[in-house]
């Protein structure tokens, strides 16, 4: 069973911030947040992880409460081949840990 | 690298035929894994591998055998396909050539198998 719980689907307009929220109410001290997504019928793409403190790469923030038990991915400048399917997901730190991917978010991103 | 890559991309089976589908990866990543994907659905773990010789069973494990006889290559065979079969099928491998968490898993294009 996922862990995790996502809206699902959200839209949002070319150019503006795109804030995914995900609910991991029973996370556990040594689960990771993963955030990775799925274009159209693509293979998913990994996008970002992180522990408790926020994270930041090209492609993403990662922002993590301080109870860890919500996170929210930020896509600052969402462009159309942002539309996807977001999957957030809580994985245990170890390794060739398995991912568990539940039914994500549908993110259109509006012209 | 060619990274992940599957064959064939399509398929179309008569039910109770059998088949494999073909992963390979050349990043020689240990860790090795094949899942489903049904239409308007998530991924479902089928089987995977975390290392040669060394195979597991994921969610939805039924109907499906695998072997890791080299680090590359993970196949994944139907030994009498059922229409419940039809289904998108990635592969992904993660690495894990360090004592640091793998954290990226890498997915191939995915094969599209009708099972009629």
């Known amino acids: 069973d996922a862990k995790t719980t996502q809206p699902t689907s959200m839209d949002c307009a070319e150019g503006r911030a795109a804030n995914l929220p995900c609910n991991h109410s029973?996370?556990?001290?040594?689960?990771?947040v993963y955030w990775y997504r799925q274009i159209h019928s693509q293979g998913p793409q990994y996008i970002i992880h992180g522990l408790k403190n926020n994270e930041t790469n090209e492609m993403a923030s990662l922002i993590i409460t301080e109870d860890r038990k919500s996170s929210t991915l930020i896509l600052p400048h969402a462009t159309l081949r942002d539309t996807a399917v977001y999957y957030c997901?809580?994985?245990?730190?170890?390794?060739?840990?398995?991912?568990?991917f539940g039914k994500g978010t549908r993110l259109s991103v509006i012209a | 690298n060619a990274g992940v890559t599957q064959t064939p991309k399509f398929q179309v089976l008569k039910t109770g035929q059998s088949m494999t589908l073909q992963c390979a990866q050349d990043?020689?990543?240990?860790?090795m894994s094949w899942y489903r994907q049904d239409p308007g659905m998530g991924l479902r773990l089928i089987h995977y591998s975390v290392g040669a010789g060394i195979t597991d069973q994921g969610e939805v494990p039924n109907g499906y055998n695998v072997s890791r006889s080299t680090t590359e290559d993970f196949p994944l065979r139907l030994l009498s396909a059922a229409p419940s079969q039809t289904s998108v099928y990635f592969c992904?491998?993660?690495?894990?050539?360090?004592?640091?968490?793998?954290?990226?898993?890498?997915f191939g294009p995915g094969t599209r198998l009708t099972v009629l």
């Open positions: 990043m020689n990543h240990e860790y």
């Open positions: 029973t996370i556990s001290g040594n689960e990771y």
């Open positions: 992904a491998s993660m690495g894990g050539n360090s004592d640091r968490i793998t954290d990226t898993q890498y």
């Open positions: 997901i809580v994985r245990p730190y170890r390794r060739n840990t398995p991912l568990v």
